[in-house]
């Protein structure tokens, strides 16, 4: 699967007004990152484990070792 074939989402936080959003597509093995702003522009890609790992410290769920 292609980059352009992905779903991109926003969180349900982000506003409908612009700013600073980041689209997150989630695949089997990658969660790739992009700016909402420059869907274009630059991906990062990380694998399901770190990606998880950071949400679970973002949420507070976990501290950093």
């Known amino acids: ?37 420059n869907a274009r522009g630059a991906v990062l890609d990380v694998s399901n484990g770190p990606w998880h790992t950071f949400i679970a410290f973002a949420a507070g769920e976990t501290e950093v070792r």
């Open 1 to 37: 699967m292609s980059i352009e074939q992905v779903a991109w989402f926003k969180s349900s936080y982000s506003g409908s007004g612009g700013g600073n959003c980041v689209e997150v597509a989630v695949t089997a093995t990658t969660v790739h990152i992009r700016d909402s702003k």
